[in-house]
């Protein structure tokens, strides 16, 4: 190559490097985002299932509701990205009354919805609004050996 042609050229590679850094920064922003949603998905549906199960051998609606919203908050205290005191576990589908417990009763399911809020403010350049909220659901049998009933 010719003295002449490597001065042209001096200084390209940085400009090409001040060009596409933005761009590998967005990248990366995106990727990390994208990985903040599925991760916490995957807690807010595991937490949903052990609420549900949790719910199951309550007594009473009241006490399936504690039990659910205990669960959640297990699962998603201080290790999770839920923003503290954002944990919600609503329980449906409970019916306290039914046959004595044991095998044969009626298979009664309990569903229980667990949401979120998660902090997305580091993700505001590509989209994401300073908060997202998160939602998850699960169903469980009614354990049939547990009396919820007087008479047991």
Do not use: Y
Not at 38 to 54: L, N, T
Not at 74 to 81: E, I, K
């Amino acid at each position: 190559m010719s003295r002449a042609r490597l001065a042209r050229d001096r200084g390209s590679t940085t400009v090409e490097l001040v060009v596409l850094t933005p761009a590998l920064a967005l990248l990366l922003l995106l990727l990390a985002g994208g990985a903040r949603v599925v991760e916490v998905q995957g807690h807010i549906d595991a937490a949903a299932r052990d609420a549900a199960r949790a719910a199951s051998i309550g007594r009473s609606a009241g006490e399936a509701s504690q039990f659910a919203q205990q669960a959640a908050d297990n699962d998603l205290g201080t290790s999770s990205w839920c923003e503290p005191h954002s944990v919600n576990a609503q329980v449906s589908g409970f019916v306290p009354t039914g046959p004595p417990p044991g095998p044969g009763a009626p298979e009664t399911d309990v569903t229980v919805t667990v949401t979120c809020t998660v902090n997305m403010s580091p993700f505001a350049a590509i989209g994401f609004g300073p908060t997202m909220q998160f939602t998850g659901q699960a169903v469980a049998p009614l354990d049939p050996f547990v009396c919820r009933t007087g008479t047991c």
